[in-house]
């Protein structure tokens, strides 16, 4: 096994460090304070062909892989995570489920400028009152003359009111199967569609420098054209998409815990206490010791369930063991670094500050660790009573 990487890999890894170095860290904290969404730099990720980077040239794309998308996002997350889940939920989970699932004149459509960075897309699946059990959806949608009339709420929904927001893919109830269970669809609502209401941006504790917001359709009406892959297989469908998500997530979390090292490397040989600098005491050696190991083993597993993945193997259990334990080392490097630090870990202004801030919703977003247990749980054939 080599886990060295390949040339292109490795070329690309270089650039969007150089990028994320050069565009993004002198700038990002003061957007991050006026929780600010940052146009002018994905206006510049855009323009290096990020958004495009897993869909194939027939539609714009850069004619790479999962695998590359989430190299970018690791080095994105080094220095800021705003920008670096901007990226993925535009990718991973706004453009992908039309590049999986959709027609070909959906795809003719709608990917070339989701591609470009033009336009962002969102995926709406969480519901107020749903959270980790997606499958509890509330929201509705009935054929109603050649269109599908969609009423219900989606909540904490990334990249769903910008500017350059084109359409959010959303899951809904469609009717009910013999057994009585519930027929779940996925449809494509285009931004500005009547009766399709975004709300004002919520007050986060991090990831301020992030759209996120809470969506209201009150029959609202798109053409039944818009429904996105078979009727009733909109759950199943965005499983799958929760699937990939999580390495990307796995990656993101990865970048954040390798940023903390960095900044701790940086900080330990210029902060001096009783006569010397603090990197040459044991105790902070040893706690940067730990998260470079945490760091490593988290890339390791991405790695291993990025590569399954586009074997075209298995990788359920792959992809959540990454994020358990990516998403565990950015939550566990960040308050070391945060220690570290001291009081100036505590400042918004330092990295490190927003560090901490964004490493919580790494074990909530795309499925809680808890979720990734049951899963992982599962795949080893556990079977039992619920908790």
Known sequence: MDHRLAPEYEDLRKAVEQFAHDAVAPVIGEYYERCEFPYDIIAQMAGMGLFGLPFPETHEGMGGDYFALCLALEELARVDSSVAITLEAGVSLGAMPIHRFGTEEQKRQWLPK?????MLG??????????????????????????????GTKAFITNSGTEITGLVTVTAVTGRREEGKKEISTLIVPAGTPGFTVSEKYSKVGWSASDTR????SDCRVPEANLLGRRGRGYAQ????????????AALSVGLAQGCIDECL????????????????????????????????????????????LCGEPFKKEAAIAKLISTDAAMANAREATQIFGGYGF?????????????KILEI???????????????????????
């Open 114 to 118: 989701l591609c470009r960075g033009e």
């Open 122 to 151: 969102a995926f709406g699946l969480t519901e107020p009152d749903g959270g980790s059990d997606a499958g509890a959806t509330r929201t509705t949608a009935r054929l109603e003359g050649g269109e599908w009339v969609v009423n």
């Open 214 to 217: 809470e969506l209201t359709f």
């Open 238 to 249: 965005f499983l799958s998409i929760l699937d990939e998500g999580r390495i990307a997530i």
């Open 266 to 309: 940086r900080y330990v040989d210029r902060r001096e206490a009783f006569g010397r600098t603090i990197g040459t005491y044991q105790a902070i050696q040893f706690k940067i010791a730990d998260m470079e190991a945490r760091t490593h083993a988290a890339r390791l597993a991405y790695y291993h369930a990025a590569a399954k993945m």
């Open 347 to 359: 400042m918004n202004e330092s990295p490190v500050g927003r560090f901490y801030r964004d490493a």
């Open 365 to 387: 977003g795309e499925g809680t660790s808890e979720v990734q247990r049951m899963l992982i749980a599962r795949e080893l054939g556990l079977r039992g009573t619920a908790s």
